[in-house]
């Protein structure tokens, strides 16, 4: 693998990783910013499959009492579902909780992004 590839992946994931700290994106215990809450470039946890990934679309529409009352939530974490390694992580799904990642997961979740950009989606410099 290139190395000038890698470094370069590992300034993208730094950058998402910034960003949610400046835009105050992690959760927390008491406060955990999920499901129809996630934004673009949020990097997420599953809890119901213990992966780490990256948010690259939301839609919301049907608004009801100023949020969202359905959603869809679309998620790459490596895994080939489909046809593509993009796939809807949440459509209106109460059951499933998909979250911000807590700041102690920052680096378990910045190796897992390294590896699934870098090797399964080969971002980075040429």
Known sequence: MNTEKITATTLIIDALLARMSR???YSDEDDAICNADLDKLDVVFDDNSGKF???VDVSRYGYKDGRPDLY??????GDFVGGN?????????KNRTVRTIYETEARKARQTL??????????GAP
């Not at 869809?72 to 974490?77: E, P």
């Not at 390694?85 to 799904?93: A, C, F, R």
């Not at 390294?114 to 971002?123: E, I, M, Q, S």
């Open 72 to 77: 869809r939530v679309d998620f790459m974490n």
């Open 85 to 93: 390694y993009i796939s809807t992580l949440l459509q209106n799904d």
């Open 53 to 55: 990934g990256l948010v």
């Open 23 to 25: 835009l105050e994106r």
């Open 114 to 123: 390294l590896h699934d950009l870098t090797y399964v989606f080969d971002v």
